[in-house]
Each structure stands twice: as C-alpha cells, then as structure tokens.
C-alpha cells in the first residue's frame, strides 16, 4: 500500500528549442508497487514572461496572494483576462 501523498519533481533538464523534461517523484522505497514515477516534457513555446508583470513581484506582505499561492484556475483568470495582462510600467 501508497503511504507516500507527496510528489515532488526529482529535477528538471533543459532540452533545447523552450523544451525541458521534468521527472517527478514521489517518496515511495523500492518495492512499492503504489509508487510512481513520472516523466512530462514541458514546452514554453508562446508562454507568457511574467517576469516584469506585477503578479511577479507579489510577496504576500501586502495582502496580496503571492505568485506560488495562486491556483492554475487563479492565474489564468489573472494573467489571461485581469489586471495583469500588461507588463508594469
């Protein structure tokens, strides 16, 4: 039986071309048949730099969520159709 609920990603490669693989892990010893192992090939291909948008520097000290604690559903909402759609000036 699983007794690990922890994934982690085990590390990350940069492949070329805005393409990394990610190896997840979980904490499972060997022998857990429960276990998993994942491998996902990320493509930034047409994504979005943040790097200079508000969202970015969000730390949470000023009530504001900061950047990690939002959902996936939360930054599309923010980064596609809110207040963030325009780099900061």
Do not use: C, W
């Not at 393409?19 to 429960?34: A, T």
């Not at 047409?46 to 959902?71: C, F, P, R, W, Y």
């Amino acid at each position: 039986m699983a007794t690990s609920r922890v994934d982690k990603i085990g590390d990350a490669v940069y492949m070329g071309n805005g393409k990394f693989m990610v190896l997840e892990r979980d904490s499972e010893l060997p022998g857990v048949s429960e276990g998993k192992k994942y491998v996902f090939e990320i493509n930034l291909k047409g994504a979005t730099n943040i790097v200079d948008m508000q969202i970015s520097k969000e730390d949470g000290s000023n009530g504001e969520k900061a950047l990690e604690e939002h959902s996936s559903d939360e930054l599309v909402e923010q980064l596609v159709f809110g207040q963030y759609t325009k780099p900061r000036s």
